[in-house]
């Protein structure tokens, strides 16, 4: 039997007349941390949004305003805003497309072997460092690089010049241009699509595409109306990482894109050497916005079962 | 005989749930003792209160003369035979068997030796070295025995011990715990849903329903008298006759229970109307409507059976009929 | 029914699966090339001679150095309160469960720059300077969910009825933890400890608002991607970044292979 003396036995007995004791010292450190570390900064950031620069000294005033929200509405503000949703939109659908054939492999017909290649396949781009990631699209888009390399050896190189000549989505290089910011997004957002799609698709029980086949329908009528319906909530449960991360990135965009700027960079920008805090802050907040409301839908349409 | 667990006027809520209602029951030293009723009566959390992992709300346990009402388990002279075993996966057999032997610090040789005397015991010698994932149900079930026994527990509890093993399997290890317990003399209280597992192995039954205790007797008055319907219909089957048909046949107003094999069929007696028959083997049982009510009868193998739809005339001896408590507590 | 893919599908999964990795293979090709000034592909020659001056570069062993040590700390701290917390949240049923474990997720599941800055405003606001320290505050606080993730799931799979079998058989709660618990989550805990490594040994976008004038080794890789010094040193600091923590990856996948959920797919 346990011996009365030592000290750990009359803690023993203290947590075992009150559990609770014990709950609470479970709980204690971490939600301490994590309420004052981290909900606490939050709260400051949120608070911030609500003070304004003066323009003329530079320094912040602590009076609660809902101007610099209004500065939101500037057309070079907004501007970035737009653009930033738009690309987060377009990434989220190409990843989507993208992703799909390769869940679906993975889910449905990898076996064995196969299984942990596709698996280990993901997880490690998806843990790979995020900066070496965006580097080597910097040296695949550069003007003298593979790509480019690619394109002449082919003899297509005018292909690739007319399409840098369309302004918008072209520029000098791709490295400079919209699409070269497009595609690394999509590369380094694809294995967080990957694996929920992945794990909505294991879930489909074979017996449900037999039975559309039994009941009539062609391959391409079961993927229609059986499979992409069930693999919607992984689908959308991607999505909202890839359009999260999307809104907030502002190292992708700096390192490979146009001088066009997105909401992290505006973020970066505006609490860096312009030291308008209270702006930098009301765009953090607007990604936060965006996400919640995106989040509740989601979550309807079952999104966080496919997590 | 000295009592080995005592509840007095033990409750155990769970928020409105009144888990355990006022449960006052002693138990002997020395019994083989069973907690019998459905799942969701009580009996497994008054099974937890004896082994300290749930705290009276109200009253107080006893254990062996002392109060251990607010003593944590690893204080008390008391084992268990966890449902689903709880062996430790990470510990291979006899490292299980000696768990509790190793915390109370016996040197390693020593505790060793005890395991595997314990093993031997529960007849799985030379099982040491296997790992718990590598034996079957019926043997894992063993392991956990000898883990509970080999610190020679006062009181050794179990909980729902044969429930996952298969019916020979279940059977075999019936009669072996039955044995088991002469052997050692300790007291085993051990809880179960099966009612005929409760007769054939126990010196006395609990029986609980909704919280309480029904009945505490030997299994023969439990099936004989039982005080309850409740308690009636759940050992063994039986008809519960309502009390107006009580008042015509024999002048109190009460209800009684009547087994099945009691009745006969006789030229007088109860008259009623055969509705079916089920064929059992060994025995038929005849569904019979008297009087609004239905009874049960069971004919054995080579007794004449009517038509359905025939008139039957029921007949019993007096000492057949036995009255039941108002209540079904 | 299909039991064999049709060739379509098999290509483009194939497609996919290489497009992931072509890219970091690349680096490694670029790690060797004798042109220092630009990308250039094909690379015109292959030398060896990078490793040499990379390892002589004594701002990247600073940076390597920072990097290791707030990894190592910032674990430390992620595997106690992770661990305590998925203790208290596997466990027991209490009023706030929910919002506890959306307390945990809510610093990975929010953009990055949003972390950042709000640490860094919080700092300026209560007048913190920026040290070693506030590195390690932000990185150990997205770190604690990955922790808690492995080990969540793994307390999950233990049945129980373990810790009253051992309480029942004479331990108390400290022995049930060291002779018990432990031994049973050792795996997932060593899992999780090695995905958070990873993450914090890579995480750049939360560190630039935290780490004032100090470089992690990926704040030296962002610094030499925006105003590049020697090109083949990136790629050679890259192709070794991405060799460490390819190890803790795999290690962690094979610590926990076999169970309902294996590591890492909490990112």
Redesign the interface.
């Given at each position: 039997m346990a011996s009365t003396a030592t000290f750990g036995g009359r803690v023993s007995d203290a947590f075992w007349r009150k559990p609770r004791l014990l709950l609470a010292l479970l709980l204690v450190p971490p939600v301490l941390w994590l309420g004052i570390v981290y909900l606490g900064s939050l709260f400051a950031l949120l608070a911030q949004s609500f003070f304004s620069i003066d323009e003329f000294s530079g320094l912040i005033n602590y009076d609660f305003t809902l101007k610099t929200y209004g500065e939101l509405f500037r057309p070079s503000n907004f501007d970035i805003l737009l653009r930033t949703v738009a690309m987060a939109g377009a990434v989220t659908l190409a990843a989507a497309i993208v992703a799909f054939p390769i869940a679906y492999y993975a889910a449905r017909y990898a076996n064995g072997r196969w299984k942990v290649i596709f698996y280990l396949g993901v997880m490690l781009p998806l843990w790979s460092s995020y900066l070496v990631k965006v580097y080597s699209w910097k040296l695949i888009l550069a003007k003298e690089g593979i790509l480019n390399w690619l394109f002449e050896t082919l003899h297509l190189s005018w292909v690739l010049q007319a399409y840098l000549s369309v302004p918008g989505i072209g520029g000098y290089s791709l490295s400079v241009s919209w699409t070269g910011t497009f595609l690394v997004f999509l590369y380094v957002w694809l294995p967080f699509m990957i694996l929920p799609v992945q794990a909505a698709l294991e879930r489909v029980p074979s017996s449900m595409l037999e039975a559309s086949g039994d009941l009539g329908a062609q391959p391409g009528q079961t993927l229609r109306y059986v499979i992409l319906p069930l693999a919607l909530p992984g689908i959308i449960a991607g999505s909202i990482f890839t359009f999260s991360l999307t809104l907030g990135d502002y190292i992708i965009p700096q390192i490979v894109g146009t001088s066009a700027r997105m909401i992290g960079q505006a973020v970066y920008q505006f609490q860096g050497t312009a030291g308008n805090i209270p702006l930098a802050a009301a765009f953090a907040v607007v990604p936060i916005l965006v996400m919640g409301i995106y989040l509740t839908i989601a979550r309807r349409m079952g999104a966080f079962d496919a997590l | 005989m000295a009592s080995a667990v005592k509840f007095e006027a033990t409750s155990r809520f769970f928020g409105d749930t009144r888990a355990v209602d006022d449960v006052t029951l002693e138990i002997e030293e020395g019994e083989f003792f069973a907690m019998l009723g459905p799942s969701g009566s009580g009996k497994t959390t008054c099974l937890r209160l004896i082994?300290?992992?749930e705290?009276p709300s109200k009253g107080r346990v006893h254990i062996f003369g002392q109060d251990a009402t607010?003593t944590?388990?690893?204080?008390r002279?008391?084992?268990?035979v966890?449902?689903?075993y709880?062996?430790?996966?990470?510990l291979n057999v006899q490292d299980n068997v000696a768990?509790?032997l190793?915390?109370?610090r016996v040197p390693k040789a020593e505790r060793h030796h005890a395991a595997d005397e314990a093993l031997d015991l529960v007849a799985l010698g030379g099982f040491s070295k296997r790992k718990p994932s590598e034996l079957s149900g019926g043997q894992r079930q063993r392991v956990a025995l000898a883990?509970?026994l080999v610190?020679k527990p006062k009181v050794l509890l179990l909980d729902e011990p044969l429930g996952a093993l298969d019916l020979k399997l279940r059977e075999q290890m019936q009669g072996e715990l039955k044995s088991l317990q002469r052997q050692l003399g300790i007291t085993f209280v051990f809880v179960t849903h099966d009612q005929g597992e409760a007769l054939s192995m126990a010196d006395r039954v609990a029986v609980f329903n909704n919280g309480k205790v029904q009945q505490v007797d030997s299994p023969l008055v439990l099936y004989d008298s039982p005080k309850t319907p409740f308690v009636a219909d759940f050992v063994g089957s039986s008809n519960v006759l309502p009390v107006e048909m009580v008042q015509r046949l024999i002048g109190v107003a009460k209800l009684a229970s009547l087994r099945p094999e009691n009745i006969r069929l006789a030229e007088d007696g109860l008259v009623g109307t055969v509705e079916s028959q089920a064929f059992l083997g060994a025995a038929t049982r005849l569904e019979v409507a008297v009087d609004g009510a239905r009874i049960s009868v069971l004919l054995p193998k080579g007794a004449e059976l009517p038509n359905d739809g025939s008139e039957v005339h029921l007949a019993w001896d007096a000492d057949a009929l036995n009255l039941l408590e108002a209540t079904n507590g | 029914m299909h039991y064999k893919a049709s060739l379509g599908l098999k290509i483009a999964a194939a497609a996919g699966l290489l497009f992931l990795h072509l890219p970091i293979m690349l680096i490694f090709v670029y790690a060797f090339t004798t042109e220092d000034k630009s990308y250039q592909w094909p690379p015109p020659g292959l030398t060896l001679k990078w490793f040499a001056v990379t390892w002589n570069r004594p701002d990247v062993w600073t940076a390597l150095g920072l990097s290791l040590r707030v990894a190592a700390i910032s674990t430390a701290v992620a595997m106690v309160l992770g661990t305590l917390c998925a203790a208290a949240v596997a466990r027991s049923r209490f009023f706030g469960r929910e919002t506890v474990s959306l307390l945990v997720i809510l610093p990975i599941a929010l953009p990055g720059i949003i972390t950042g800055i709000s640490l860094r405003s919080a700092f300026n606001l209560v007048d913190i300077p920026f040290s070693f320290w506030t590195i390690v505050l932000g990185h150990a606080t997205f770190c604690i969910v990955v922790v808690y993730n492995n080990a969540v799931a793994r307390f999950r799979r233990t049945s129980g009825s373990l810790v009253e079998a051992s309480l029942d058989l004479g331990a108390t709660y400290f022995q049930t933890l060291r002779f018990v618990i432990l031994p049973n989550i050792a795996t997932a805990l060593l899992a999780g400890g090695m995905l958070a490594f990873a993450l914090s040994f890579d995480e750049v976008i939360v560190t630039t608002f935290t780490a004032g004038q100090q470089q992690t080794l990926p704040i030296w890789m962002l610094e030499e991607l925006v105003r590049p010094r020697q090109r083949p040193v990136t790629n050679v600091v890259a192709m070794v970044v991405v060799l460490v923590t390819f190890l803790p990856i795999v290690g962690a996948y094979y610590l926990t292979r076999g169970t309902e959920t294996v590591a890492g797919q909490g990112k």
């Open positions: - | 082994a300290g992992f705290r607010n944590p388990p690893y204080r002279p008391v084992n268990t966890f449902q689903d709880a062996l430790f996966p990470h768990y509790g190793m915390i109370a883990r509970a610190n | -």
